[in-house]
């Protein structure tokens, strides 16, 4: 079973504010992505990266920057939130082209 | 357009009868399907999968079904359990890699 991190779980915080969204793995894979999923939605790639210093935006456009140091690393970025940034972030690791595993979430409400 | 549709966004079973959870595909270079169960509040977990080169996976309780001239799978659960009431995505990627999502299907076990 894969361990990977989100923190925090809930966030809500004002608009205009700068807020990064922690995602963390110990299983070394290689692989991550960013995912935005709102409820009766499907999930959409927003981010992803195939390993340390390797980052790609995903098919949905959005306003987030994301950076990968280290390997099991992969915090996200809102440099000034907005309310149409309300949404669940999913982060998600995967050794090679595999299943992708999926941590616990992070609910965020832009006020 | 959705490429991975979930036409049914609820399904009602009783409890120790066969769970049967559809998706539909369009793009034909799809050659690898996933399915997921997620819980409100948690990220996704991986179920099970299978490949384009295969029509059946099955992994105790639960077995998946592909179709690929109708671009269809399903997932089937048996014996339901009340346990399994959560929302099911199921997922597919192609030469990218990349996983293109469905809305999912909320599936309520009733006792």
């Known amino acids: 079973e894969a361990d990977i991190y989100q923190t925090p779980r809930y966030l809500v915080i004002g608009t205009g504010k700068k807020i990064t969204l922690e995602c963390s793995q110990t299983?070394?894979?290689?692989?991550m992505y960013w995912y935005q999923q709102d409820p009766g939605m499907e999930l959409h790639l927003i981010h992803y990266?195939?390993?340390?210093?390797?980052?790609e935006k995903g098919d949905l456009s959005s306003e987030s920057t994301v950076s990968r140091i280290r390997t099991e690393h992969f915090p996200l970025t809102l440099e000034s939130a907005r309310p149409s940034h309300t949404s669940q972030y999913l982060c998600?690791?995967?050794?090679?082209?595999?299943?992708?595993?999926f941590g616990p979430g992070t609910r965020l409400t832009v006020t | 357009d959705q490429q991975v549709k979930q036409n049914s966004p609820s399904l009602s079973v009783q409890e120790g009868r066969i769970s049967i959870l559809n998706c539909d595909y369009t793009?034909?270079?799809?050659?690898?399907f996933l399915w997921y169960k997620k819980y409100p509040a948690e990220g996704p977990t991986f179920l099970i999968s299978?490949?384009?080169i295969k029509d059946k996976n099955e992994d105790g309780r639960f077995t998946v079904f592909l179709n690929k001239s109708a671009k269809h799978l399903s997932l089937h659960i048996v014996p339901s359990q009340p346990g399994d009431s959560a929302v099911y995505f199921c997922?597919?990627?192609?030469?990218?890699?990349?996983?293109?999502w469905g809305a999912g299907t909320k599936l309520i076990i009733k006792p």
């Open positions: 998600a690791s995967s050794e090679g082209w595999g299943a992708q595993y």
């Open positions: 299983m070394g894979h290689d692989k």
């Open positions: 793009n034909s270079m799809f050659d690898y």
């Open positions: 997922a597919a990627s192609g030469s990218n890699y990349q996983l293109i």
């Open positions: 990266s195939y390993g340390v210093n390797s980052t």
């Open positions: 299978i490949s384009s």
